[in-house]
């Protein structure tokens, strides 16, 4: 169990590549970080440098006190799930948890209580003699994490390794993954692309984007208040809504279109606005009042079950937008659908940079 | 499905009437005495001295210093069979592990000239790699016959291809688990390549035992002779009135088959495995 520390930390590929652009992260002794961004921001390279696997090519990288930057893989003491499990197709279960113990030189019954031990925890036991190619994609799930917990380390690196399940096994997995994180209170950092994975099993999340962090903080914080347009759309589901405003005189109007009104509170000429689906409320009539009032037609409703979604458009075109409405709710394509807002669940960046205006 | 047709059947009986025959007609052959087939020809009817001419070829000293016999030969031929397998599997592996999985200045370009001799025969080199071998002082020596030989294009290539097609994140798996690169070599790779191994093994196998030129110029002495010579040596001796053993070079000829077909029949399968099939 340990801290983890990287202070600006940065990858530069052959090519003048950079991967990583500096990324600084305290991670605290038994916290799950999530790193999450779309792919090619950056964040399996970075969990691969925690790791070991790649070369920093400048800042420092700390496991508890020991700056591990030249430390072999092996010596860093981490443990490592991989997406497509890597696990060790001639070897029987059993020995694909005993291999890098081992290979450390333990002792035989050491070896075998500690691989009895993680089997239990699993739920694995049954099949220690079988091969991996004879198990499930769950199983073999669960002998990776198997693999990792028996080295017992002071930190489980994940890289993505849900993504080769399929749906109701990841939730399933997931759960497992938080439930044994919490039971054993390692460090672990946690590599995905998938939002929902990072909101459900963080307890901070790093949003990445090009090879720089765009936010940390616990997800709930970030769904509540994303730093940049970038986080916005990329965390929560369906995305967050953005609109191009303007200010026109004391309130705001939409760029290119019709159909929307607001108060504009915060001085500047141009905004980006944001509001999630689920702060859409549908009204009777225009109304008036502090927030942003919208008026838009109805294209599509996609009814998801617990809950439906509307995509409606502006009268002039202009961007689509998306409402969360009740499952019950009838809304016919073309209909004039009446929104409002209100004030607290209205974002606003900056046009220019796409940084959060308070 | 398809339904055999009596032409299929033709065509398939024909197919193995051409590839069986001269075999059976060997064998029918080597149970005749000399006399008979340098009179008659070949013999299309099972003669009465199998026991005999299998019996002298493999037993009796023959050739022209009368030292060896067809048991020795035998055990040349799988020396040299075996010796020429192995050593190619052990040398091309540890290439391709090092074109594959080392940073080393050139590595492609090594890798390149290596492929680049597959053009390369051994007949075309022949002249220089006897003059090496020979101020080598070794001539007439088992290692003469074998160690020139096993450099292989082919195998280097075969494992790199399969070494390349292992995923990434095993190796990293092994890293993080403590192996180093021999040990990543001996306790993942190499089971991995079993099948690969098997492949190569049985091609080689029969490449080194049908070997001829290479033990022609490289043994002068009798002892060292591989069957594949000795039949030849056989069929040399016209001394006096003497008339060729035809029978005896017909029963050595049969005796030199059997190994490479006992190979391919009991690693048929892991030979096909590793052709086709990988166990990743």
Redesign the interface.
């Known amino acids: 169990m340990a801290t983890i520390t990287l202070d600006t930390v940065r990858k530069v590929y052959a090519g003048d590549v950079e991967a990583v652009k500096g990324v600084s992260i305290d991670i605290a002794d038994g916290e799950f970080i999530v790193l999450v961004g779309p792919s090619g921001c950056g964040k399996s390279t970075l969990l691969r440098m925690v790791?070991?696997?790649e070369d920093i090519t400048t800042g420092e990288i700390k496991i508890g006190d020991r700056l591990v930057n030249k430390v072999?893989?092996?010596?860093r003491d981490?443990?490592?799930v991989?997406?497509?499990?890597?696990?060790?197709?001639?070897m029987s279960v059993y020995n694909n948890l005993a291999?890098?113990l081992k290979?450390?030189g333990m002792a035989k019954d050491e070896i075998d209580r500690r691989v009895k031990e993680a089997a239990r925890i699993l739920e694995i036991g049954d099949y220690l003699d079988r091969k991996p190619?004879a198990l499930s994609g769950g199983q073999r799930q669960r002998v990776a994490m198997g693999?990792a917990i028996v080295r017992e380390p002071a930190a489980f690196l994940f890289d993505e390794p849900l993504s080769n399940l399929d749906a109701k096994l990841r939730v399933q997995m997931r759960v497992e993954i938080k439930r044994l994180q919490q039971s054993l209170g390692t460090t672990s950092v946690y590599v995905t692309h998938d939002q929902l994975e990072a909101m459900t099993l963080a307890d901070r999340l790093v949003v990445l984007n090009g090879g720089n962090i765009e936010q940390i903080g616990a997800p709930i914080d970030v769904y509540d208040k994303p730093a940049s347009t970038f986080v916005a759309s990329f965390i929560g589901s369906p995305a967050m809504n953005l609109l191009n405003v303007k200010s026109n005189g004391s309130g705001l109007a939409l760029e290119g279109s019709e159909g929307l009104s607001g108060a504009n509170t915060k001085g500047k000429d141009k905004y980006i606005v944001g509001i999630r689906p689920e702060h859409l409320e549908v009204v009777d009539s225009p109304v008036d009042g502090d927030g942003i009032n919208l008026e838009v037609n109805v294209d599509v409703l996609e009814p998801v079950g617990a809950e439906s979604f509307v995509y409606a458009s502006f009268p002039n075109g202009g961007p689509e937008l998306v409402v969360r409405v009740s499952s019950h709710a009838h809304h016919e394509p073309g209909e004039k659908m009446y929104l409002k807002a209100a004030a607290k669940d209205v974002h606003f960046f900056d046009a220019d940079s796409g940084r959060r205006v308070d | 499905m398809y339904k055999l047709k009596i032409t299929d059947h033709l065509i398939l009986l024909a197919g193995v009437f051409f590839m069986v025959a001269p075999v059976v007609l060997t064998f029918l052959t080597s149970t005749h005495d000399a006399i008979t087939i340098y009179k008659g020809g070949v013999q299309f009817v099972p003669g009465d001295k199998f026991l005999e001419n299998y019996e002298t070829v493999l037993f009796q000293a023959g050739g022209f210093t009368k030292e060896v016999n067809g048991f020795v030969m035998l055990k040349n031929s799988m020396i040299l069979g075996f010796g020429f397998a192995i050593g190619k599997i052990i040398i091309s592996m540890l290439a391709a592990y090092a074109i594959v999985y080392f940073r080393f200045p050139f590595a492609s370009f090594c890798f390149w000239i290596i492929f680049a001799t597959l053009l390369l025969p051994l007949e075309v080199r022949i002249l220089p790699s006897y003059e090496i071998v020979q101020s080598l002082g070794m001539v007439n020596t088992y290692s003469g016959l074998i160690v020139p030989l096993i450099a292989s294009a082919t195998g280097t290539f075969f494992f790199r291809q399969f070494f390349m097609s292992v995923p990434d994140e095993l190796l990293e798996a092994a890293r993080i688990d403590g192996a180093g690169p021999w040990k990543f070599f001996k306790d993942i790779l190499v089971p991995l390549s079993k099948t690969m191994i098997a492949a190569i093994f049985i091609i080689m196998f029969v490449f080194g035992w049908n070997q001829y030129l290479w033990p022609t110029l490289i043994t002068t002495d009798e002892s060292l002779f591989t069957l594949v010579r000795g039949i030849k040596q056989i069929l040399q001796v016209w001394v006096g009135a003497q008339i060729p053993d035809f029978n005896e070079a017909m029963a050595l000829a049969i005796l030199a088959m059997l190994p490479p077909v006992l190979i391919v029949v009991i690693f048929q399968s892991w030979f096909v495995k590793g052709l086709v099939e990988s166990d990743k």
Not at chain 1, 72 to 75: C, G, L
């Open positions: 790791a070991g696997l072999d893989p092996a010596d981490i443990a490592m991989f997406q497509n499990y890597a696990l060790y197709p001639h291999y890098g290979n450390r190619r693999r």
